[in-house]
């Protein structure tokens, strides 16, 4: 609510000159915002689509990722991941993360490349960066190509570079909960490779870059004008918000530093995170996390069931053991209430009813 009071004279302004000129599909308001997406990361193009899901899969689409082709991902991510790969016929395999940040690990993708490797999707998580470049000479060895998963990462950077343009191409999600949110769903993919783009915009309007003539089979995925102009406003306040995530994330790494048994997150060498989350981990997880629901503290898990352990994915080599640090890492992980308007006494308050349910198990 506080975000939305920053930008709402300037997004209702703007949503009356769309409905007035009826341009709800297309028009100056997506490519104002694609535009100025595309500047933030410093990417040279930006393609608006319907949500973070179909990002992914249109990137690995572009990217020339078919039926068969196996991509890496990591198993600590939200479904969407492996989702985008399944989609197109390919086949999400599922690797493990580091012990300390809980990103992909490189060692743990170089072990997992086949002949059939065709994309590594690294997730950077939580607000972090991936370790990308640690990946590029696994992918350039093995034929592969790269596409970010940088639904959570809008703003962060490594070693300079934003998360987002590190890779071929990535996709990004807007759904309202991420750093920079929409009123609805919506995604976009960013690359710097212009054939990459207009093959996603070509396949996310039904094949098609002239009305009437489909020169492929794709689907409908754009990105309306409604949420561009949302999406144009709050990206205006994105650096300033992302610069109260982190002091807000700071704040609690002070609160907490003392409490026994509380693992703190810790930002890698080489980042600048923007604190989508922040994740503690703690042993008996949910009853801690029962404790602060009782508390009336909004914490959540992110995410309690790998993607190799659930339904959708269960197989052969998707069973429990698998993935050891991952497995290990979603019966620990917490996730405390953080937003750019957080106030000092609610993480107080937070910390409070941490450390009294640390004490009391």
Known sequence: ????????????????????????????????????????????????????TDALELALRAAGVGAGDEVIIPANTFIATAEAASRIGAVPVPVDVDPDYLLIDPEAVAAAVSARTRAIVPVHLFGQTAFVERLIPIASASAAVIVEDAAQSQGATRFGRSAGTLGLAAGTSFYPGKNLGAAGDAGAVVTDDSAVATRVRTLSSHGSLRKYEHDVVGFNSRLDAVQAVVLRAKLAKLQTWNLMRRAAAE???????????????????????????????????????????????????????PVHLSGAYAGPGMREGSFPVTEEAAGRILSLPLFPHITAAQQERVAGALSTAMSRR
Do not use: K
């Open 1 to 52: 609510m506080a975000q939305q009071a920053d930008v709402n004279a300037e997004i209702m302004e703007e949503l009356t000159e769309v409905f007035r000129h009826a341009a709800f599909i297309g028009g100056p308001a997506v490519a104002e915002f694609e535009t100025a997406y595309a500047n933030f990361l410093g990417s040279r193009h930006c393609v608006g689509v319907a949500n973070g």
């Open 251 to 305: 704040r609690y790494s002070h609160l907490l530093a003392d409490v026994p048994g509380v693992e703190l997150p810790r930002e890698a060498p080489g980042n600048v995170d923007v604190w989508h989350l922040y994740v503690v981990r703690v042993p008996d997880r949910d009853a801690v996390l029962a404790a602060l629901q009782a508390a009336g503290i909004q914490a959540g898990v992110h995410y309690p069931v």
